[in-house]
């Protein structure tokens, strides 16, 4: 794994829309595989400024997001498909029928998850995988467990994952108790994987994750197995590693 140091959240969002870049501009027909929550959205901001200036151009490009909640449609607004379009789909020239989502509104959940994995296996697996930690070691929505899932599958929400999300809602009530995310061999499968932490708060968790034993009670953990992982995190993220 390699590890690069940023100085602060900034710093950590340039240093990782600068290796999204590298990898539009070396294969401008990849598959990116993206995520959503608050870490990813200042690379996001990089990308379309990119874009906007010309240096970036999206037109071959295909998204594969990680995740989706179960019973949000797209247009509500904490939908992880509203996310994505605010932040950037709706502002590069992205082909909006080459990005892809579980789909939230299906409510079978075994014909959602298999749909899923079918768009994954035929845009031919995901060049660059970005992903975001969070606070219990989860990647996508992969939550602390004793296995690790392979395809996408349907997740109960963990209390401290719903905790970690309620600020984005209304109330915790709105808060979706259960998700659709991509599975962890799928995750493992991706040929870069590029992973972005921020904050003091995670300090603790990028220690267990990436240095501590290889175990689904942190799936994280998982990628320490990965050839090409790049973890970029900003000093107050890394403190904890000596
Ligand atoms: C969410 C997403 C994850 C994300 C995590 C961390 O639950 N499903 O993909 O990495 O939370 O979010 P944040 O970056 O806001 O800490």
Known sequence: MKIIKAKD?????????????????????????LATGSTPIGAYENLVNWYQKGDLDFSGVT??????????????????????????????NVDPKRTFLPDGTEPDSAKACEDYNHVIESVG?????????????????N????????????????????????????????????????????????RKILVVVSGAEKAAIVKEAFFGPITPKVQASVLQLHHDVILVADEAALAELG
Do not use: W
Not at 9 to 33: E, F, H, T
Not at 76 to 86: A, I, P, T
Not at 153 to 166: F, G, R, S, Y
């Open 143 to 190: 939550e602390p467990s004793d296995i690790f899932k392979a395809k996408t599958h349907c997740v109960d929400l963990t209390e401290t994952t719903i905790q970690a999300n309620k600020r984005f809602f209304a109330s915790i009530d709105d808060v979706p108790r259960q998700a659709y995310t991509m599975g962890i061999q799928t995750i493992m499968q991706a």
């Open 9 to 33: 959240y900034q710093d950590m969002s340039r240093k990782a829309a600068n290796i999204i870049s590298a990898q539009v501009i070396m294969k401008p027909d990849c598959v990116l595989g």
């Open 63 to 92: 998204t594969v997001n990680l995740d989706e909640y179960k019973g949000l449609t797209r247009d509500n607004d904490q939908s992880y498909y509203y996310f994505m379009n605010e932040h950037l789909f709706s502002k590069v």
């Open 125 to 141: 697996g995901v060049d660059l995988q970005l992903l975001g930690l969070g606070h219990n070691g989860h990647i996508g929505f």
